[in-house]
């Protein structure tokens, strides 16, 4: 597991960067951190170009659950813009499309840095 999470409270947002084998548990420990620390209505840049691994269907399914959990507790989380290619990217994009209505989360999935900061700078 290699995450690297930095909070930017100037800009309110958190910037996590993932490389080799990630699991289920260490994305909901990234989650988990950013309602701890209150961060949760901060953006979230989550670059997993380098990532090796691609979560399952049902991994991805019960991780949007938690965060609809998280936000019943919390209120609406901040947006949030990963970076992805390969298998991640096309997976990502189809469950957060089917699944993420459920939470009302803001999730996109970009294929480079800069679309992705374009956007979370969009008001």
Do not use: C
């Not at 961060?39 to 991780?63: C, F, K, Q, V």
């Not at 813009?81 to 390969?86: F, T």
Request: hydrophobic share 40%; charged share 25%; net charge neutral.
């Amino acid at each position: 597991m290699s995450i690297h999470y930095v909070r930017d409270d100037a800009h309110k947002r958190i910037i996590v960067t993932t490389w080799g084998e990630i699991g289920l548990d260490d994305i909901v420990g990234i989650v988990d951190r950013q309602a701890r620390d209150r961060t949760w209505s901060y953006a979230m840049l989550y670059d997993a170009r380098a990532s090796a691994s691609t979560p399952t269907t049902d991994e991805m399914r019960r991780l949007v659950l938690h965060i609809g959990a998280l936000t019943t507790a919390h209120g609406p989380r901040g947006p949030v813009a990963i970076v992805a290619n390969g298998p991640l990217l096309e997976k990502a994009e189809r469950v957060y499309a089917s699944l993420g209505t459920l939470t009302g989360l803001n999730v996109r999935v970009f294929t480079t840095l800069v679309e992705a900061e374009r956007w979370l700078q969009t008001p």
